[in-house]
Nanobody, 121 residues
Framework: QVQLVESGGGLVQAGGSLRLSCAAS????????MGWYRQAPGKQREFVAS???????NYTDSVKGRFTISRDNAKNTVYLQMNSLKPEDTAVYYC???????????????WGQGTQVTVSS
């Protein structure tokens, strides 16, 4: 089985920073794209940022210039550095990854359990 475990969420004042981490574990052969999504109360889950195994990153417009996604392939970990946080960034942040397990020809999409980010004004 594969697990995605997020960490790094918390409470921060507007203008502050947080760094989220998401580590994939299990019988992993390869990881393609990794990304972050978020869901605010009463709203649908939305895309935040993604990073392929090779190539350029992608961000939703509202976080461009403030958030940076990166990954450490040796650790099967993706990060989200969040700067200049705003109250509207408050949400549960979910890690997402396309993972191919060992002895499998199929790549599946996995989600983490989520980590709460709260930005106070």
């Amino acid at each position: 089985q594969v697990q995605l475990v997020e960490s790094g969420g918390g409470l921060v004042q507007a203008g502050g920073s947080l760094r989220l981490s998401c580590a994939a574990s299990g019988s992993i052969r390869s990881i393609n794209a990794m990304g972050w999504y978020r869901q605010a109360p009463g709203k649908q889950r939305e895309f935040v940022a993604s990073i392929p195994s090779g190539g350029s990153t992608n961000y939703t417009d509202s976080v461009k210039g403030r958030f940076t996604i990166s990954r450490d392939n040796a650790k099967n970990t993706v990060y989200l550095q969040m700067n200049s946080l705003k109250p509207e960034d408050t949400a549960v942040y979910y890690c997402n990854a396309d993972i191919r397990m060992r002895l499998s020809a199929i790549t599946r999409n996995y989600w983490g359990q989520g980590t709460q980010v709260t930005v106070s004004s």
